[in-house]
């Protein structure tokens, strides 16, 4: 009993700093042709860490970033995602180097991340919340904490 | 066994080659470090414990997914690293992989040919500079003297990953050998060994945890390997096998502005003659490290690390291999530990600059390990320092 209440109170204290709520900076944007309307945060997690690399329908996932020093990838990684981007980047560096996997797709800028996910059928991406996107091959996907 | 390797490594090279060729998109990475380093009081790096230039990693890698179950993996790379490892070019990795399963929540991939070392903690990238935290790792597990046996095996890796209720997932097991050139021999047997070693087996197994939504990772590796040794013409040594049993735990914590990764590891080491007929040794070696990296700012990264290895726990000292030696081995071939600073520093996105100081007290992780080198190495406490610029792409 004594047992389960100290280790519920460490991971507690150890997810403190990674609880955000749904208001964010950054939405998370698809291809139109991705049938999907909302994800969690651990799914969002699982497909920019490139764990999941197809969408329920089994068609593949192209998964577009942008360098870790922009404003927009720290906001995205740290609000969205929960995660600091050196995690990412430590991550995709282990795919890239060791084989295991294939790294995401950089983009300069936020034109160029709308462009590439309005272009490329089962794209996903990020983008600032203050961005007017006018743009028919792209759509917002909820991120849920869940 | 030998021979098969080398041709399903040629079928996949050509494999590889085509499929490129082909390819309208390929990815190419890489990278390229050089530096100067310094092993004072010690041959970890050259004989006669100068600054040396032998510092040199270079790398080139590419995949090709060829459909949504198979992708081509290779990575050829050129290492100078002194006496720690045999220098040279040599192929890291180069695998056909398989995707076994897929779903939103799991995926289970094979990959078959020469496979990295998933399992420990920087074990999987412990060639490509800008993935490390210091130059040189932790020896009580990361030795580099046994570096081209820990690297991976040829053979098959089972690699699933996954998400449950609990968090995520990694499983990893590999099944193989590795193919032991003279100089890596040399490194654990010492230069008298005339004889042939062979790496019979390798099995490894290993399980990462990361609590849903947490910045921290838990593991467990384990590893058993076996050897045989062919005695040679005029060799001092003789028939034998040598059994190493690895129990390895890691934790590794991430914050903002820190992280911090605990690695530590129980290492059995059994012996059936090699030394000379009818030796046997059951030995339990025990070592880790705490490590501490500090993000100053977005370009400057600080280090601090205890790193301690003893080879047998029940002789910390090392009092028994000087007994047992007639006074010839020092008591300090029993232990290895060694405190390191050094900083990281990010000179542009896809460059950087690494440099460190780390006070070693002990012998025990210098080659060869066998057959202690007492002439070179007759000090107790040395240094090593290194200063190395990488550049990745």
Redesign the interface.
């Known amino acids: 009993m004594l047992k389960s209440f100290v280790l519920s109170q460490f ?1 507690f204290f ?2 403190i ?3 955000y709520g749904l208001e964010t900076d950054a939405q998370v944007f698809v291809n139109a042709s991705v049938k999907l309307d909302d994800m969690t ?3 969002a ?2 497909i920019f860490s490139m ?4 969408w ?1 329908d ?1 068609s ?1 996932i192209t998964v577009y970033v942008m ?3 922009h404003q927009t990838h720290k906001v995205f990684s ?1 609000q969205l995602l ?1 995660l ?1 981007p ?2 990412l980047d ?1 991550i995709w ?2 795919l ?5 996997g ?1 790294e995401p797709i950089k983009v300069k800028n936020e034109q160029e991340m709308l462009d590439k996910i309005s272009n490329t059928p089962g794209a996903i991406g990020y983008l600032l919340n203050n961005l007017q996107i006018d743009n028919a091959n792209v759509k917002i996907v909820f991120v849920t904490e869940g | 066994m030998d021979q098969l390797i080398i041709r399903l490594s040629i079928l996949l090279v050509a494999c590889f080659v085509t499929v490129l060729s082909d390819a309208r998109e390929v990815k190419i990475n890489g990278f390229i470090a050089q530096g100067v380093t310094q092993a004072d009081g010690s041959n970890f790096v050259e004989d006669d414990g100068g600054i040396s230039f032998k510092l040199t990693e270079v790398g080139v890698n590419s995949t090709y997914r060829l459909n949504s179950t198979f992708r081509f993996a290779g990575q050829a790379v050129y290492l100078d690293g002194g006496n720690r490892y045999q220098q040279g070019a040599r192929v890291d990795y180069l695998f056909l992989e398989s995707q076994l399963y897929d779903s939103e929540q799991w995926s289970i991939k094979a990959q078959l040919g020469r496979n990295k070392n998933y399992h420990w903690l920087y074990s999987a990238t412990r060639d490509v500079p800008h993935t490390r935290p210091s130059v040189i790792l932790p020896q009580s597990l990361y030795f580099d003297a046994f570096r081209d046996v820990a690297l991976g095996v040829d053979g098959l890796a089972l690699v699933t990953q996954g998400n449950n209720s609990l968090g995520e997932w990694d499983i990893n097991f590999s099944l193989g050998t590795s193919p032991i050139s003279s100089e890596q021999k040399n490194n654990l047997l010492g230069r008298s060994a005339k004889g042939k070693l062979k790496h019979d087996n390798d099995k490894q197994f290993s399980v990462y945890w990361r609590p849903s939504l947490s910045n921290i990772q838990i593991g467990v590796a384990l590893l058993d390997a076996e050897f045989s040794y062919k005695q040679g013409d005029n060799d001092t040594l003789v028939n034998g096998n040598e059994n190493s049993q690895r129990f390895m735990f890691n934790i590794l914590y991430q914050q903002p502005n820190y992280e911090i990764a605990i690695e530590l590891m129980r290492e059995r080491i059994i012996v059936d003659s090699i030394l000379f007929p009818n030796f046997h040794s059951d030995i339990f070696g025990e070592g880790g490290y705490v490590q501490g990296q500090y993000f100053l700012s977005r370009d400057l990264t600080l280090l601090a690390r205890i790193d301690i290895y003893d080879r047998d726990r029940e002789n910390r000292s090392g009092r028994l291999i000087n007994s047992m030696s007639q006074g010839t081995i020092p008591n300090y071939f029993g232990f290895m530990d060694q405190g390191t600073l050094g900083l990281t520093w990010s000179l542009s996105e896809k460059m950087q600059l690494q440099a460190e100081y780390h006070r070693a007290k002990g012998a025990a992780r210098l080659a060869p390990t066998f057959t202690p080198d007492t002439v070179l190495n007759d000090n107790k406490y040395w240094t090593v320092w290194a200063v190395q610029v990488m550049y990745w792409f």
């Open positions: 991971l150890l997810m700093p990674v609880v945060k651990i799914q997690r699982r764990r999941q690399t197809s329920p089994h593949l360098e870790s020093s740290t929960g600091f050196y995690q430590r560096n282990k890239v180097y060791s084989g295991l294939e």
